[in-house]
């Protein structure tokens, strides 16, 4: 079935160091993809997504390219933040016609960053 | 507008008793879909709902039932409540179940405890 490999966390940072979670996908058709970030004792809110090859999703200094060739979704942030701590989630999504509309989620990473 | 509303935000319940949750979707949205999220297993789909009807369900035994109104709330229920139901339930709406634009938003979840 279809999955999500993401990177193990948990990491930690410096503030205004580069950021990278790794996540990569096995799917039998072509997905969309998403990262979700988690705060503290809340829900999960949309960061990005991207939804057919080469699209490159970004949103509040991070970004991620859907490619097709490594079936790959790496995030990215070039200077984090402190209020950037959070856990993040990989997921995907099939969208065939007349298949299931659930998202598949990766472990999540959680990332700490430090002052 | 509002988001998605999940009540109550935290349960604690004995094993072998039932339990229903709630959650009201963002105005206009049909879709609502419900999560199981648990620091072993990670985020797991449960099952979708679109005008009032079970489009999807994910694999979780029959003790896990949902419903949903005519106004798009829905609620699900656990019977015979188990230590291992013991999760963070979350509940995501969409516009609706079959366009690939479609965005999952997410509520706060309903932490349960079961003891």
């Known amino acids: 079935g279809d999955s999500v490999t993401q990177m193990e966390g948990p990491v930690t940072l410096s503030e205004e160091a580069f950021l990278t979670i790794n996540c990569t996908y096995t799917a039998t058709g072509y997905p969309s993809l998403f990262w979700y970030v988690q705060y503290p004792g809340e829900g999960l809110q949309l960061l990005l997504k991207?939804?057919?090859?080469?699209d490159k999703g970004s949103n509040k200094g991070f970004e991620a390219t859907y490619r097709k060739e490594t079936t790959s979704f790496h995030l990215e942030k070039g200077s984090v933040q402190v209020s950037d701590s959070a856990v993040y989630f990989c997921a995907l999504r099939m969208d065939s016609s007349g298949s299931a509309r659930q998202l598949t989620f990766g472990s999540g990473t959680q990332l700490t960053v430090l002052p | 507008k509002a988001g998605v509303t999940q009540t109550p935000r935290y349960l604690i319940k004995t094993r072998g008793q039932q339990v229903t949750l709630s959650c009201s979707p963002i105005s206009g949205h049909r879709s609502v879909s419900w999560y199981q999220q648990t620091p072993g297993q990670g985020l797991q789909f449960l099952f979708e709902?679109?005008?009032?009807?079970?489009?999807n369900k994910g694999n979780f035994p029959g003790r896990f039932s949902g419903r949903q109104f005519s106004n798009s709330r829905s609620e699900m229920n656990v019977s015979t409540l188990e230590l291992g139901d013991s999760a963070l339930y979350l509940c995501?709406?969409?516009?609706?179940?079959?366009?690939?634009?479609?965005?999952?938003?997410f509520g706060a979840g309903t932490r349960l405890s079961v003891l």
């Open positions: 991207a939804t057919k090859a080469d």
């Open positions: 995501a709406s969409s516009l609706s179940a079959g366009l690939s634009e479609n965005i999952q938003y």
């Open positions: 709902y679109f005008s009032e009807t079970q489009r």
